[in-house]
């Protein structure tokens, strides 16, 4: 048993259940006991012939399960919807996780900001990264990213991104950002 075994660490999971499922697996896993993240919005589903509004995962098969892989192994086996991502071209399977610093700054930034927008991976350009700046003051002080740039947004948005699998754009105010060279 290595080191980082013992350790809790920020897995990324899949979640193979469909968006119209009674129940998802973030729920199962809360229900377990286990620290779960995902991004969720509200949207307007038709669930036996009537339009109701449900919170449902922003990407449907993606969750962020804070634990031991010793813990989380039992959890994943027992539930046949659930499974683990794997990275891709190393020739070991080893779960994928996200470094516990990025994982606590992302959650931060989606909880704290009031109308994040989301982006799946492959979502954002080139064009769409502007200038990057540091947050000196506010909620997110001490941030370091680059600002969202679209034509015509008025507001200014830093980017928040995690491995490839997910990307934030939360809303700083113009007096706390500080442009980097």
């Not at 009537?50 to 539930?79: A, C, G, M, S, W």
């Not at 991976?121 to 969202?148: A, C, S």
Request: charged share 25%; hydrophobic share 40%.
């Amino acid at each position: 048993m290595g080191m980082e075994s013992l350790e809790k660490q920020w897995f990324v999971l899949r979640d193979l259940k469909r968006r119209n499922a009674n129940s998802f697996a973030i729920h199962d896993l809360k229900n377990a006991g286990l620290e779960v993240f995902t991004p969720m919005t509200q949207m307007l589903m038709t669930i036996g012939g009537r339009k109701q509004r449900r919170e449902v995962p922003v990407i449907q098969d993606l969750l962020f399960v804070h634990e031991t892989k010793e813990t989380l192994d039992p959890i994943v086996n027992k539930y046949p919807t659930i499974q683990y991502r794997y990275c891709l071209g190393k020739t070991k399977n080893e779960p994928m996780t996200v470094c516990q610093e990025d994982m606590n700054k992302f959650i931060f930034a989606v909880m704290n900001a009031e109308t994040p927008l989301f982006y799946k991976p492959g979502e954002l350009t080139v064009e769409m990264y502007g200038k990057r700046v540091r947050i000196v003051g506010g909620v997110f002080n001490d941030y370091e990213g680059q600002l969202l740039s679209v034509k015509g947004m008025r507001k200014r948005r830093l980017i928040i991104e995690l491995n490839n699998l997910i990307a934030a754009a939360v809303v700083v105010e113009p007096e706390f950002i500080q442009i980097l060279s």
